[in-house]
């Protein structure tokens, strides 16, 4: 049984009858998706991870001719990145085969646990990763340019870029993580009434 089966059989069931999924099928499913929901994960922190490459080597080769201010602003762009890439990796938990060997509940509880995580880590995303990596562009510019029509024409830039990282942000949370954790909400509430 397929997962959209699945789930379009949990949710068009008649209230009257009782139609249930082993539990063998049930890990099944969310075996299937936790694979899936991996390789995306790991797509995602990969093309962080290539990005953040040229943005390190082309600031650290600045670093030694640019103004003070702008040193500031390298230093916390770099730790920034170090920062960014420490967060994605420790929201990055990976499931084992093992993991599936435990009882259907605690295995649906953990992939829910798993997909909340990424939940919380993309709807914050302005405090760990647009916020600092923003400031430090912001005063690599200022040390660049001072107080300037071109500084404030820059700010505005950044304000936008970070308007539209979080809502793309957002519209990935509702468009693909939400209906995944309403998905494992369903399946978890037909292996407790198993």
């Given at each position: 049984?397929?997962?959209?089966?699945?789930?379009?059989?949990?949710?068009?069931?008649?209230?009257?009858?009782?139609?249930?999924?082993?539990?063998?099928?049930?890990?099944?499913?969310?075996?299937?998706?936790?694979?899936?929901?991996?390789?995306?994960?790991?797509?995602?922190?990969?093309?962080?991870?290539?990005?953040?490459?040229?943005?390190?080597?082309?600031?650290?080769?600045?670093?030694?001719?640019?103004?003070?201010?702008?040193?500031?602003?390298?230093?916390?762009?770099?730790?920034?990145?170090?920062?960014?890439?420490?967060?994605?990796?420790?929201?990055?938990?990976?499931?084992?085969?093992?993991?599936?060997?435990?009882?259907?509940?605690?295995?649906?509880?953990?992939?829910?646990?798993?997909?909340?995580?990424?939940?919380?880590?993309?709807?914050?995303?302005?405090?760990?990763?647009?916020?600092?990596?923003?400031?430090?562009?912001?005063?690599?510019?200022?040390?660049?340019?001072?107080?300037?029509?071109?500084?404030?024409?820059?700010?505005?830039?950044?304000?936008?870029?970070a308007m539209i990282i979080v809502r793309l942000n957002?519209?990935?949370?509702d468009r693909d993580l939400r209906p995944k954790r309403?998905?494992?909400?369903?399946?978890?509430?037909?292996?407790?009434?198993?």
């Open positions: 049984m397929r997962i959209e089966e699945a789930h379009s059989l949990w949710k068009s069931q008649d209230q009257n009858l009782e139609t249930t999924m082993a539990d063998n099928e049930i890990l099944e499913i969310v075996k299937k998706r936790s694979t899936k929901f991996d390789e995306e994960i790991h797509k995602r922190d990969r093309r962080e991870l290539i990005a953040v490459i040229p943005v390190v080597i082309l600031f650290l080769f600045v670093f030694t001719s640019v103004p003070a201010m702008s040193k500031v602003g390298v230093v916390v762009i770099l730790l920034s990145t170090a920062f960014v890439l420490w967060t994605l990796r420790g929201a990055r938990r990976t499931r084992d085969e093992q993991s599936f060997q435990l009882p259907v509940t605690a295995v649906v509880r953990e992939e829910l646990t798993r997909v909340d995580r990424q939940i919380r880590l993309l709807t914050g995303v302005f405090w760990w990763y647009i916020a600092p990596l923003a400031t430090g562009a912001l005063l690599f510019v200022w040390g660049v340019t001072g107080p300037s029509w071109f500084m404030l024409g820059y700010a505005a830039f950044v304000v936008v870029v957002r519209t990935a949370v309403d998905e494992l909400l369903d399946l978890l509430g037909q292996a407790e009434s198993a």
